[in-house]
């Protein structure tokens, strides 16, 4: 059973930035971060590869959101920039040992999930 804990949510103005951490109880193949708002399905924002690096982004924050890993420390980021309102939600850090074929894994596809970790943008 791996353990995921988050860190680094809060409250920040529009257009500010924030950086989130996850930290893994052992390695796992891929990391992703998702977020979800009330009445809203969980989405995957960011994944990235153990092996590989290898990134992938959902189109509502290409560009502003980066998914990085340490790997030596099992720990995954999500650096946020330009930070708007619609980016509030809770936001969770997932990982999985198993192939999907997406480029955003599907949340049927996570075999861990963080505690979730509040991230709020005021305008």
């Known amino acids: 059973q791996v353990q995921l804990v988050e860190s680094g949510g809060g409250s920040v103005q529009a257009g500010g930035s924030l950086t989130l951490s996850c930290v893994a109880s052992?390695?796992?193949?891929?990391m992703a971060w998702f977020r979800q708002t009330p009445g809203k399905e969980r989405e995957a924002v960011g994944r990235?590869?153990?092996?590989?690096?290898?990134?992938y982004y959902a189109d509502s924050v290409k560009g502003r959101f980066t998914v990085f890993q340490d790997r030596a420390a099992n720990t995954l980021y999500l650096q946020m920039t330009s930070l708007q309102p619609e980016d509030t939600a809770m936001y969770y850090c997932?990982?999985?040992?198993?192939?999907?074929?997406?480029?955003?894994?599907?949340?049927?596809?996570?075999?861990?999930w963080g505690q979730g970790t509040q991230v709020t943008v005021s305008s």
């Open positions: 990235v590869y153990r092996p590989t690096h290898n990134t």
């Open positions: 052992e390695s796992i193949y891929w």
């Open positions: 997932a990982a999985s040992d198993g192939f999907d074929g997406a480029r955003l894994p599907p949340v049927q596809y996570v075999k861990y």
